[in-house]
């Protein structure tokens, strides 16, 4: 599976971005697919996932941020209103994929090389 995210840019505080995330190659294997995001000198954190069954949300982002993907698994955006500068990071665009054998089952996550969301104050 390979992923390629495209939207980042810069923003003034309280405006909107989208970003969009393209996936390739066995898409029908991909399972549940998100958007994380990684501030300089913090760790990689969960912004939104979405799943057949559920969406769910950080706290910082509901109310704020709408993640949606296309029937077809093929494609993942999230829609971000009302940015802050706290916003600002790298955003990565994950998928997970479910490898089931014999003799285990496997999550397997796949990245895209991220986009950068800069919200200037």
């Known amino acids: 599976v390979r992923l390629v995210e495209s939207g980042g840019g810069l923003v003034q505080s309280g405006g909107s971005l989208t970003l969009s995330c393209q996936a390739s190659g066995r898409i029908s294997d991909i399972g549940a697919m998100g958007w994380y995001r990684q501030a300089p000198g913090k760790a990689r954190e969960l912004v939104a996932s979405?799943?057949?069954?559920?969406?769910m949300y950080a706290e910082f982002v509901k109310g704020r941020f709408a993640i949606s993907r296309d029937g077809a698994k093929s494609a993942v955006y999230l829609q971000m209103n009302s940015l802050k500068p706290e916003d600002t990071a790298v955003y990565y665009c994950?998928?997970?994929?479910?490898?089931?054998?014999?003799?285990?089952?496997?999550?397997?996550?796949?990245w895209g090389q991220g986009t950068q969301v800069t919200v200037s104050s």
């Open positions: 979405i799943s057949d069954y559920s969406t």
């Open positions: 994950n998928s997970k994929v479910t490898v089931v054998t014999i003799e285990r089952t496997t999550e397997l996550d796949y």
